[in-house]
DNA sequence: AACATGACGCGTC
DNA sequence: GGACGCGCCATGT
């Protein structure tokens, strides 16, 4: 908002870890509060790369269908979808309630959490 | 330099 | 819902 003070990518981990267990986000709406509007791509991309250290909870974050992302039967998948229920939120087939488990971010976080 | 590849998103049919 | 097409762009070949 007021400088690049950091890199894209720390900025998408950074609000990756502001969404609260028990709660999901999308791709799209991480670039979009990272401040890279229709990066969503990059959103997986820094996910992947992500330094094992920050103890990120990429598992939160899904596709804007409300589906994770890792085809079925994929150790990923598998694992993705046991730690989203260890968090007691309710996955079938892979799908997850974004209106349930959706995080809305308030305004406050916005302001005292995202400035860059 | 040129082309392919994604843990994506959105509109359209 | 599913299947395309297109936009996106850093990386890898």
Redesign the pocket.
């Known amino acids: 908002m007021y400088q690049q003070a950091t890199s894209p990518m720390a900025r998408i981990w950074h609000v990756v870890s502001l969404i609260p267990s028990g709660q999901v986000s999308?791709?799209?709406?991480i670039a979009d509060l990272a401040g890279l509007p229709?990066?969503?791509?990059?959103?997986?991309?820094a996910?992947?790369l992500a330094p094992t250290h920050l103890n990120l909870s990429?598992?939160r974050?899904i596709?804007?269908?409300g589906k994770i992302?890792?085809p079925e039967n994929t150790a990923?998948f598998i694992e993705q979808v046991q730690l989203l229920r260890s968090e007691n939120i309710k996955v079938n087939r892979g799908r997850i309630d974004l209106s349930i488990y959706g995080w809305q971010p308030d305004l406050t976080t916005l302001m005292f959490e995202l400035t860059y």
Request: no cysteine; proline share 0%.
């Open positions: 999308t791709y799209g709406k229709g990066r969503a791509r990059y959103v997986s991309r996910l992947k990429w598992y974050v596709n804007s269908q992302s890792f990923n």
